[in-house]
């Protein structure tokens, strides 16, 4: 069993033939895991136990004859900023290092409704706030194909599994870029789908407006089948939509002939670069596959930083007032009055980054500086999502880079945090415009780190975004 370049599809034609069982496939991946993760660290524990429990449901309904499920047998690992029942989740936070929650996300439940394995919880930035999966306050991950280089982040760990091959498909979660800039820089598939698309019940909320759990794979198909699997109306997120969810996968292949998609001028003028020079190879492989191309301008775009960075730490100041050291958390052991518990417990407990972004949002969300700011970016927010409602009434989707540079080094970036949202300045307007996105890999820089190249199209328009990955994936991408 080539358990480093397992595919779905190959699982399923394995367990129905009987050439393995689910039990056996875990026990081999998980052997697997346990033995490679020292090299990148990109998993922070793995869960045996859930894991066996869920291979021994999956051949029993085999051995019954009844339908596995569409991931059946299938090893997933999952970013820990989502909740496992009985499995520690720490957020990649001090505060959370022995907190156990008491429920599942329903992402999770719905992955094992459909055979899936949870394989275990994969290493992330504190919050998921981050690009590089640096600010873990349990260390960092190494870019599995460059291991002094980051994974990207803050889903580093997840991108890292799936590309290192210890898991076959990966949960992340995006909020500014975090699934599609670590998939560009770890060479998989990420997807960050529609906002409300899947359910963020059991997600910990960093900028709740804009937080997405979405799949990692190493093909295309792959995303397609674990995002149908998530996806879809759930009553414990009154923000999760209803729209009927297709059938992804099976929307695959057909021609792209006639496909018109947008090149925005703004996401290329800065990129003179190895990065710019495979776009641009990647749009000549659309060409060749009938698509139209065309340039067009999404004007906010230079907007998008300063938006984001406040709309997102304004959120995340609120929402992460809840660590305070009366529930989930540690409590600091220097508790005098209340006021220095919660002082103390916070102090002690939020890296260097949280702190940053709790100041921040709480300085823009002030009486006096609330409409100065946070209004003006909750305004500049519905510019860039006009940008591209405009731009959707031209063109079908719209190419461009994940991020402007690939995988730096470790280190490299971590005291200087402006460089380091800089990472994320291609991510983050699809994020602001609630649209879904994508990065599929499009080749390697001459130094061999691969680079993503992102698709975005308009709401709910994931069928026609996967049909474009998946041509161009069945093309040979760039090389
Ligand atoms: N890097 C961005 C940030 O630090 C995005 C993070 C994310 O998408 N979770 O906020």
Redesign the pocket.
């Known amino acids: 069993m080539q358990i480093a370049s397992l595919t779905i599809d190959r699982i399923r034609e394995g367990l129905l033939s009987r050439q393995f069982s689910a039990v056996e496939l875990t026990e081999e991946a998980l052997r697997f895991a346990e033995a490679e993760n020292p090299k990148t660290g990109a998993y922070l524990r793995l869960s045996p136990e859930r894991a066996m429990d869920a291979a021994r449901r999956v051949d029993e309904r085999l051995a019954r004859g009844e339908e596995p499920g569409p991931l059946a047998g299938v090893p997933v690992a999952v970013k820990d900023v989502i909740l496992t029942k009985g499995i520690t989740t720490t957020c990649g936070s001090k505060l959370l290092a022995a907190y156990v929650p008491p429920y599942d996300a329903t992402a999770i439940l719905r992955v094992e409704e459909a055979g899936g394995i949870l394989l275990g919880k994969t290493n992330c930035d504190e919050f ?4 590089s999966t640096e600010n873990s306050a349990f260390g960092p991950v190494r870019n599995p194909v460059a291991p002094d280089r980051v994974p990207g ?2 889903s580093g760990g997840s991108a890292a599994a799936v590309a290192q091959g210890t898991a076959v498909v990966a949960l992340g ?6 699934i599609r800039q670590p998939a560009s820089f770890c060479g998989v598939v990420g997807v960050t789908p529609t906002y409300g698309r899947v359910s963020r019940y059991g997600l910990t909320a ?1 900028a709740s407006s804009l937080d997405h759990i979405g799949p990692f794979a190493r093909n295309v198909k792959d995303a397609a089948t674990l995002l149908r699997v998530i996806a879809g109306r759930d009553p414990r997120d009154s923000t999760s939509a209803a729209a009927p969810v297709p059938d992804y996968p099976a929307l695959l292949g057909g021609g792209l002939k006639g496909l018109k998609l947008g090149l925005p001028r703004e996401y290329l003028r800065e990129l003179g670069s190895e990065v710019g020079d495979l776009i641009s190879r990647g749009v000549d492989v659309f060409r060749r596959l009938g698509c139209e191309v065309r340039e067009l301008s999404l004007p906010s775009t230079g907007y998008a930083i300063p938006c984001y960075y406040i709309i ?1 730490t304004a959120e995340a100041s609120s929402n992460l007032a809840r660590f305070d050291g009366v529930r989930y958390t540690f409590r600091s052991a220097n508790s005098g009055t209340l006021a220095d518990m919660y002082r103390n417990t916070r102090g002690e407990g939020f890296g260097a980054e949280c702190k940053r972004r709790i100041m921040l949002g709480t300085y823009v969300l002030s009486a006096g500086y609330y409409d100065a700011y946070y209004l003006k970016a909750q305004k500049v927010r519905t510019l860039i999502a006009r940008d591209f409602a405009r731009a959707f009434e031209e063109v079908d989707a719209i190419v461009a880079p994940v991020s402007p540079f690939p995988a730096f080094k470790l280190g490299e970036k971590v005291d200087d945090p402006l460089a380091m949202y800089l ?2 300045i291609y991510t983050i307007t699809g994020s602001l415009a609630g649209i879904p996105c994508m990065s599929v890999p499009c080749g390697n820089t001459a130094g061999g780190l691969p680079v993503g190249m992102q698709l975005l199209t308009t709401h709910f328009g994931e069928p026609a975004m996967f049909r474009l990955a998946g041509a161009f994936e069945d093309a040979g991408g760039v090389n």
């Open positions: 998921a706030m981050g690009s982040g803050s979660s995006d909020t500014g870029g975090s960093f997102a990472s994320d």
